[in-house]
């Protein structure tokens, strides 16, 4: 049989497991929905970067556009 005060103890401890069970779901939820970049915003290296709706992935798609437009592969405007 437990007293006040282990079960006070107990509760608290049944508290904070539950808070942090329900914050660590909802991270995790939020990761797989999430629209952000995973590799670090290295578009060049992403196979997704084509599809891909972050704005810095839309900056990536017109420099290359930009690049293949004229010529160069590096991006450098050369004259």
């Not at 709706?53 to 798609?61: D, F, H, I, N, V």
């Amino acid at each position: 049989m437990q007293n006040r005060r282990q079960f006070l103890a107990n509760l608290f401890r049944g508290g904070i497991l539950a808070l942090l069970a329900i914050v660590s779901a909802t991270m995790i939820r939020r990761w797989g929905e999430a629209e952000d970049c995973r590799r670090g915003y290295a578009c060049g290296s992403c196979n997704l970067s084509n599809n891909c709706t972050l704005p810095e992935a839309g900056t990536y798609r017109d420099r290359k556009h930009t690049s293949n437009e004229t010529g160069t592969k590096d991006e450098r405007n050369r004259r």
